[in-house]
């Protein structure tokens, strides 16, 4: 089943042409990586898809429903939600407050009743303070819930971005370069917490330039370049495809 | 976290505001000099208007330099409808805070759209306009006089007309105010506001509503002020525009940056310390320089605020409860700690 589709899309910015009428879709339970040297248009691609950009022209369809247009905040609504490329941890608050921030639109308490602090607001902030320890723990960072999330390390804040972003139970979860700036052994474990995280029903559209990661995760691959979409299909194919190498593998090398 | 800072932290949350409330009321079995009780008086309804920027500044990120204009909404839509109308004054306080709730909602849909110094001239404007219109409408506001003849508040037999009645009011509407406060700091509301403090693109992402967050707590700011304005027209009884200038609203900023903004009970040692500040300097800079003016405690004044904010930047509350919590990590790093760290609660 089809869960995303992005139909002939295209952004410019003044002159420049960041996404050019590029087309291709995920699927449930996927997880679909997209790929290509730095310029080409990766994540123009994820703000489209997110609503911090429109698209000039096309279209994204999320369960069959058009979703160009929406604010960013009704799309994070319908299921689908990132995590960022230059790491965005809320430092004015705690391990823990980031993870029930990020059950943000499955809760539902108000100004009113969370001012006069009626027992449904108390129970639902009880319900999501233990939840997200859970969420915590599936990421290995129990243990530091309730320290400031500012005196994380780098790869732990990369980890709780993306413990925030489980907590909302996505669909979609679109990750900016899970890996970047992460050591070997973190990378290992990275990968290990997005696949159980498909096996646990998410869908996945990965940007990544490490092709390590790229190879042992994806099920799909997208490939950009200047804003077009030069190849789309599986590891081994992408890895053989003549057009990518020379575009992004380097021409000469083709075991990368 | 260590076992140790954990009993602190308890026990501070905890011994922290019943020691507030014990020595609030006892304080008049001490002394219950008119000055003293009119002092706490100012201070109580200073903090409720400090505290409501906090909300707006400290947690939502967003700057207001005219709350003196709902402060003084609060005010004049008291003075005006008991004055003018005859209308019972609790009533008025809650037809002023609902017509400045409006007011904050027309004008917050518009200026919240503006970013940082942007938003901080938008409210400035704003806050000289409504000025202008206290000091011109003469046939509603009396003008640069103002309204006298304010009638007290009352509840039942009990007519709030002296300073040790009114002192239990106030700072029973203090308590409460903070008790409002903390609620939504901890609540969901609280976190969602914090978000776009800390991203607004990462809160969206995270599907917070941003522009509807900010404006709901812009709304309850101005609310809070309002009711803030309509207590101290009950307690003078009678007003004229001078304290709801622009002045005022700077003030409000420097109690809330002093005490520290992004915290529910830094607001009472703020307000507390800005005028007792000035108060001390009043007495005790003719003592120290027999032939200085009055501008040498405005420059006495400047000097303690600047070495404040020099060493303690988040402000007096939290940044002596950080040193307290933990005075290692103080010595060596001088990031403030998430507000939330005193205040979330442990359930």
């Not at chain 1, 970047?180 to 973190?186: D, K, R, S, Y």
């Not at chain 2, 409330?21 to 400090?50: A, C, E, H, Q, W």
Request: hydrophobic letters at 50%; charged letters at 15%; one cysteine or more.
């Amino acid at each position: 089943m089809t869960l995303l589709e992005v139909r002939s899309l295209s952004k410019s910015f003044g002159g420049v042409v960041a996404v050019a009428g590029v087309s291709f879709s995920i699927q449930q339970g996927q997880i679909c990586a997209l790929i290509g040297p730095n310029g080409a248009g990766k994540t123009t691609m994820f703000n489209v898809i997110t609503g911090i950009y429109q698209p000039d022209s096309g279209q994204v369809y999320f369960e069959d429903r058009l979703i160009s247009g929406f604010k960013p905040h009704q799309i994070a609504g319908l299921g689908i939600t990132r995590t960022f490329q230059n790491l965005q941890i809320f430092e004015n608050m705690t391990v823990r407050e980031n993870v029930m921030l990020g059950r943000h639109v499955l809760t539902k308490t108000g100004l009113f009743s969370a001012a006069l602090g009626l027992p449904a607001s108390r129970r639902e902030n009880r319900a999501c303070r233990r939840l997200a320890g859970d969420f915590l723990a599936q990421v290995g960072l129990a243990d530091r819930a309730d320290e400031p999330s500012a005196n994380l390390p780098f790869g732990q804040q990369r980890l709780l971005e993306i413990a925030r972003a489980m907590a909302l139970e996505p669909k979609l979860l679109l990750l900016d370069e899970p890996a970047a700036g992460l050591p070997g052994g973190e990378t290992r474990e990275l990968e290990q917490v997005i696949l159980r995280l498909r096996d646990q029903g998410t869908s996945i559209l990965l940007v990544e330039h490490d092709m390590e990661t790229v190879m042992n995760l994806a099920d799909n691959i997208v490939v950009m370049d200047f804003g077009y979409k030069i190849a789309e299909g599986g590891p081994a194919k992408i890895q053989k495809d003549p057009q990518v190498l020379k575009a992004y593998l380097g021409e000469e090398d083709s075991d990368a | 976290m260590s076992q140790d800072r954990v009993r602190r932290r308890r026990f501070i949350k905890t011994a922290f505001p019943v020691l507030l409330t014990l020595s609030l009321l006892l304080l008049p079995l001490f002394n219950d000099s008119s000055y003293v009780l009119s002092t706490l008086v100012f201070i109580g309804i200073y903090s409720i208007v400090t505290i409501s920027l906090c909300l707006l500044m400290g947690y939502a990120g967003q700057i207001s330099l005219g709350h003196a204009a709902f402060y003084g909404m609060g005010a004049y839509g008291s003075a005006i409808l008991t004055v003018k109308f005859g209308l019972n004054p609790w009533l008025a306080l809650l037809a002023a805070a609902a017509f400045t709730a409006l007011v904050a909602w027309a004008i917050g849909i518009p200026t919240l759209k503006l970013k940082e110094h942007y938003l901080a001239l938008a409210t400035l404007g704003f806050g000289v306009i409504v000025y202008i219109i206290f000091t011109q409408e003469t046939a509603w506001t009396g003008g640069p006089s103002g309204l006298s003849g304010i009638p007290y508040l009352s509840l039942g037999q009990l007519t709030f007309n002296n300073d040790l009645s009114y002192y239990y009011l106030v700072w029973a509407a203090v308590l409460f105010t903070i008790y409002l406060s903390s609620n939504i700091v901890n609540s969901r509301i609280g976190r969602a506001l914090r978000a776009i403090h800390g991203s607004e693109t990462a809160a969206e992402a995270m599907g917070v509503n941003t522009a509807a967050y900010k404006l709901q707590i812009f709304v309850l700011s101005a609310i809070f002020a309002s009711i803030a304005g309509s207590l101290y027209s009950h307690y003078i009884t009678m007003i004229n525009p001078s304290p709801f200038g622009f002045r005022m609203s700077i003030e409000f900023v420097l109690m809330a940056v002093v005490g520290g903004i992004a915290s529910i009970w830094g607001p009472l040692v703020g307000v507390s310390v800005v005028i007792f500040l000035t108060q001390l300097l009043r007495d005790l800079i003719p003592l120290l320089l027999p032939n200085a003016g009055g501008e040498m405690e405005l420059v006495a004044f400047g000097l303690i605020l600047s070495v404040i904010m020099i060493f303690m930047p988040e402000g007096l509350f939290r940044g002596l409860m950080d040193r307290w919590d933990n005075p290692v990590r103080y010595r060596k790093a001088k990031a403030p700690l998430p507000s939330s760290l005193w205040e979330e609660d442990e359930s």
